[in-house]
T-cell receptor, first 114, second 113 residues
Framework: AQSVAQPEDQVNVAEGNPLTVKCTYSVSGNPYLFWYVQYPNRGLQFLLKYITGDNLVKGSYGFEAEFNKSQTSFHLKKPSALVSDSALYFCAVRPMEYGNKLVFGAGTILRVKS | DVKVTQSSRYLVKRTGEKVFLECVQDMDHENMFWYRQDPGLGLRLIYFSYDVKMKEKGDIPEGYSVSREKKERFSLILESASTNQTSMYLC????????????FGQGTRLTVV
């Protein structure tokens, strides 16, 4: 079965420190990978995606993600966290045989404290 | 910018009512989706549509139906609302293509009492 795991329900980090939000996936073939962010009472906003090529992908708001095929991971990172980064983050995968459908992880709450 | 608009931010309905959730996108996207979001479960796909009058079941279609009469509008219908359908509902749209991202509406928080 196709699945996405976000092993941490919540990540806490101090403002200015680097942050990592973890994502691993289990799909057949080579998937397309996405990160979305959801601020309170809002819809999801697209952050970045991995399609092919360079394993380090840069996205919106200073975020980046590293694709690791051998570990089937796609961790979200930011060198210096801001309080305004506090939100709910979703990893999603689109297996090639799934057409236009996305499989989402359960989400990780990021709390950045000043 | 792509805009996906859901007709209501908050809805309260009674058990057994027929409920309509409306979604409109303004970017001529072929594909539209309805998800429900529940804590700890992430987003689960209810239905999606890849063209006018075309629809496919997602992972949790039971108790729901959809309608897509015009390209820009995708409606989710709860035929007889039940308390276990209390949730956040999110609409999304995207152009055709495996490597394209989806754009989401702001969500409708539905409470069935």
């Amino acid at each position: 079965a196709q699945s996405v795991a976000q092993p941490e329900d919540q990540v806490n980090v101090a403002e200015g420190n680097p942050l990592t939000v973890k994502c691993t996936y289990s799909v057949s073939g080579n998937p397309y990978l996405f990160w979305y962010v959801q601020y309170p009472n809002r819809g999801l906003q697209f952050l970045l995606k991995y399609i092919t090529g360079d394993n380090l992908v840069k996205g919106s708001y200073g975020f980046e993600a590293e694709f690791n095929k051998s570990q089937t991971s796609f961790h979200l990172k930011k060198p210096s966290a801001l309080v305004s980064d506090s939100a709910l983050y979703f990893c999603a995968v689109r297996p090639m045989e799934y057409g236009n459908k996305l499989v989402f992880g359960a989400g990780t709450i990021l709390r950045v404290k000043s | 910018d792509v805009k996906v608009t859901q007709s209501s931010r908050y809805l309260v309905k009674r058990t057994g009512e027929k409920v309509f959730l409306e979604c409109v996108q303004d970017m001529d996207h072929e594909n539209m989706f309805w998800y429900r979001q529940d804590p700890g479960l992430g987003l689960r796909l209810i239905y999606f549509s890849y063209d006018v009058k075309m629809k496919e079941k997602g992972d949790i279609p039971e108790g729901y139906s959809v309608s897509r009469e015009k390209k820009e509008r995708f409606s989710l219908i709860l035929e007889s609302a039940s308390t276990n359908q209390t949730s956040m509902y999110l609409c999304a749209s995207k152009v055709t293509g495996l490597n394209t991202e989806a754009f989401f509406g702001q969500g409708t928080r539905l409470t069935v009492v």
